[in-house]
Nanobody
């Protein structure tokens, strides 16, 4: 079972940027699709982005397309989420996830990192 640790969250004004990191341990992420999900206050956890094992395939939730970019560095066993032009509606706890299938989460989660966007 892979262990995932997210970091990089914080408080940012609308229009700002943050870069989230997810470091995996326990086994390599090489060969695995990796994803990011988020849980806004009072809402269900939702899909944000995913990246295939090759890194060439990416999938995004419609509201983040053109603003968020998912990337991976298998040498560092890491996945990243660059978030630009942040909006108040992006406020959520962001979670790294291993082996999602499309927009459906896989079995391994990190503890999450809080992103708060102020107006």
């Amino acid at each position: 079972q892979v262990q995932l640790v997210e970091s990089g969250g914080g408080l940012v004004q609308a229009g700002g940027s943050l870069r989230l990191s997810c470091i995996a341990s326990g086994r390599t992420i090489s060969g695995s699709t990796m994803g990011w999900f988020r849980q806004p206050p009072g809402k269900e956890r939702e899909f944000v982005a995913a990246i295939t094992s090759s890194g060439h395939g990416q999938l995004y939730e419609d509201s983040v397309k053109g603003r968020f970019t998912i990337a991976r560095d298998d040498a560092k066993n890491a996945v990243y989420l660059q978030m630009n032009n942040l909006k108040v509606d992006d406020t959520a706890v962001y979670y790294c996830n291993a082996n999602p299938r499309g927009k459906v989460a896989g079995g391994s989660w990190g503890q999450g990192t809080q992103v708060t966007v102020s107006s």
